[in-house]
């Protein structure tokens, strides 16, 4: 049960913005350090998710001493992660009662959203392979074209710019 607490002080931690994910990891002087790590991340990537089911359910009005870090970790294990390891003690038990509740909820907003795998509930920057493609920096010949003209083609191709061109068609 150690794990499934520590990662939830480590997600109230980085929402009271007392340090990084990693940073609290490595201070929480837990044993198996990767594990916890990508507990937490894998939590925090499907938290609006997470969210979404908790609040449908109606989970931490049903059970009061269930706090919301550890309820956003716990369900994400017992839906979206290999499940209970290591036990879960008492919580695996309290989130038994509700598992049916939690699954077709999750069903639900899976038929409003029109998607059938898991991570096609995540936003297009929390998906693998997505915005992350987008380049950081593009060298542009100015000689065969200008900025403004790749600026475009990024836009055609579906990438939000933000940012401005260093240099312009007219620069040296």
């Given at each position: 049960m150690g794990l499934y607490a520590a990662a939830a002080g480590v997600l109230a931690g980085v929402e009271n913005r007392q340090g990084s994910i990693k940073g609290l990891v490595y201070s929480s002087n837990f044993q198996n350090v990767k594990q916890l790590y990508a507990l937490v991340c894998e939590t925090q990537r499907y938290s609006a998710v997470l969210d979404a089911v908790i609040a449908s359910a109606g989970l931490l009005r049903a059970e009061k001493k269930l706090r919301p870090h550890l309820a956003k970790v716990l369900v994400y294990e017992l839906l979206l992660g290999k499940g209970f390891r290591g036990g879960g003690g008492r919580w695996k038990a309290l989130l038994g009662r509700h598992q049916a509740r939690l699954r077709a909820e999750l069903a639900r907003l899976k038929v409003h959203r029109g998607v059938s795998r898991n991570e096609d509930l995540l936003e297009v920057g929390s998906r693998p392979g997505g915005v992350s493609q987008l380049p950081r920096f593009v060298r542009v010949n100015t000689l065969k074209t200008c900025s403004d003209d790749v600026v475009?083609?990024?836009?055609?191709?579906?990438?939000?710019?933000?940012?401005?061109?260093?240099?312009?068609?007219?620069?040296?």
């Open positions: 475009d083609y990024f836009k055609r191709q579906g990438f939000s710019y933000q940012g401005r061109a260093s240099r312009d068609a007219s620069g040296p």
